[in-house]
């Protein structure tokens, strides 16, 4: 949803609020909860959509929320010396305060802000605050759900659904981060004492569930097949709909049987096999509904496998085509130039000092093409095929397409810079700078063109690269379905009692897309091993991605080594330096160096709550060890 978008909708339902939100920090302050009267905002779809809208511009767009951007927070990436402000910077020494506004004077998280509003605003959204007022808006809507008088059955299925989803969205967005919070299903007066107590985890995704499942129930695959939906044919690739709700269905409750979620409420480290049968169950309707051409999702070819992420050249088409499943709004394409372009390539090819580098330990789960993983980076291994004199050849294709590694051609046409055409990235090479170049040995193009220079200039106007990563996507749907059914049937070989494939199966499909051998058979002999595949391969698949903080928490491996870890590569080039194809260029004395360990502790496995919240009385206690 682009700001014109945006506007584009509210114009088509006719909203008619006084004002117009001109002022959203005026509209957040006032007392009452609506600009317009409870009658006028609720007697038909046209004004209750209207109502509705203001929920998607609560969604937070993590990958473009500040000047420079930090989402990855596990051990797969590591910024620049240069600046010390972002939270992955905070978190890597252990203080996970660092996500509440109070503890950030830049006010570059995304997740707290002080000045948040529901405007156009891409550095006024924040999780935290516009979380609550989301949930509290979404409650609103279902407490006055029975005056909607003037709609048909489908309309009041719409605007029901969509509350129904963004309660639960919310409320399951605080959970992953926090743990088990009161679950507010209804507008709590402003006059009365809090009393509501933390429910567990598993309770609390129970709730989500059930918001999740009627959201589901209700809401069609696709808008622009239903009466009210054609009035923006076209333009309802965003709205909330039976496959968005049925992957949160299956992702809360996966999450719910995932080792960690299991713990604090049974003490039992493992899986919870029950809410992994029903997170199986909900993927596998999803993929069934994709697979048949009923919804409108399927993967992106690997030839346009990048957009996904970016679109150029396009007018500013927001990224994700059919393989996106949801995404928040958008609302400047080209002001995503001026942070995730820049943020990935030393200062001397775009300017700015903040750089954020994937870390050699996480590149080496990028294995070979035949799909077999690589055992020690600096060992020759014949199984494989890897050959750490020619660490660049035979990869995983995805490693090519994310990796920039040594010698690979950065800037692409005319440059006064011929030395730094091509990436130096050995030890001590031009582009090895830990201040505003790269700490690893590494670059991440991954959501970026390569022309995206101050030479090639293709992050330039006229260009129109706009930069844009989903909340979900459908290949991951493929590889929690995976994890699920594993985990939750006990075999690599077990499916869904409703689809078809099995675990191991859904692996093999986003292994197909980008041309990699299917999982070895070594792999299968057990449900463990097989999970040792299904994690490295969300690794490779949706690196980057702001997925692996959240998966290495409830694995209940953030605080175990190796992924305390955090390296880089070393190595000198060695005979003649190959332009054409650098993948054959051959190295020696190759190594790994360690930049950092993250000494963590239990405490570590959910952040703080703010301690003005954790006081406002006793059934709200603080996280253990904060």
Known sequence: MTKHY?????????????????SCKKYLDRADESIVSGDDAFKNFTNFQGFTEELYNCIPDF?????????????????????????????????????QAQYDGWQAGWMDRNNTNTSDDRFSKSL??????????????????????????????LIKGQLLFFRGWFHFMFMQYFGGLPYIDKVLPGDQKLTLPRL??????????????????????????TTAGKRTLGKNALRINKIMALGYLGKNYLWAGSPLMNFVTNGNKNYNADYCKKAADAFGALLSLCESGEAPYSLIEFSKYYTNFYTIGQNWLMPGGTE?????????????????????????LSGGDVKFLPTANYVDYYGMANGLPIKDITQADPESGYDPAYPWKGRDPRFYNDIVFDGVKCVQGATTDEANRYANLYTNGSYRNISTGSRTGYLLYKFIPRTANEYDQGYSY?????????YMRLADVYLMYAEAAAAGYGSPTASASNYGKTAVDAVNVIRDRAGVGHV????????????????????????????RFNDLRRWMLLIESPYTLKKSIEFDRAGTFNTTDPKLNRVINLREAVILERKFSMKHYWLPLKNSDASMYLEFPQNPGW
């Not at 006229?462 to 989903?470: A, E, G, T, W, Y």
């Not at 057990?526 to 980057?544: I, N, Q």
């Open 6 to 22: 945006i506007k584009t909708l509210l114009l088509a339902f006719g909203i008619i609020v006084a004002a117009g939100l001109v």
């Open 63 to 99: 990958s473009n929320a500040y000047w420079t951007n930090s989402w990855n927070w596990g051990e797969d990436e590591i910024q620049s010396t240069a600046r010390d402000f972002h939270f992955v910077v905070k978190i890597d020494n252990g203080d996970f305060w660092g996500w």
């Open 128 to 157: 935290w605050r516009l979380g609550w007022y989301g949930i509290r808006k979404a409650n609103l809507g279902l407490a006055n759900i029975g005056k909607l008088k003037d709609a048909t059955d489908e309309e009041r299925n």
């Open 200 to 225: 567990s985890y598993q309770e609390c995704a129970d709730k989500a569930a059930a918001d999740f499942q009627e959201a589901a129930n209700i809401l069609p695959v696709h808008w622009d097949n």
């Open 324 to 348: 996106a499943i949801f995404r928040g709004p958008y609302f400047n394409g080209n002001s995503s130039n001026w942070g995730t372009s820049k943020q990935y390539q030393p200062s001397f």
């Open 462 to 470: 006229d260009k129109s690269l706009n930069i844009h990563i989903p």
């Open 520 to 547: 070895a058979p070594r792999f299968l002999a057990s449900p463990d091993a097989f999970m040792e595949e299904v994690r490295r391969e969300r690794a490779v698949e949706l690196s980057f991605e702001g997925h």
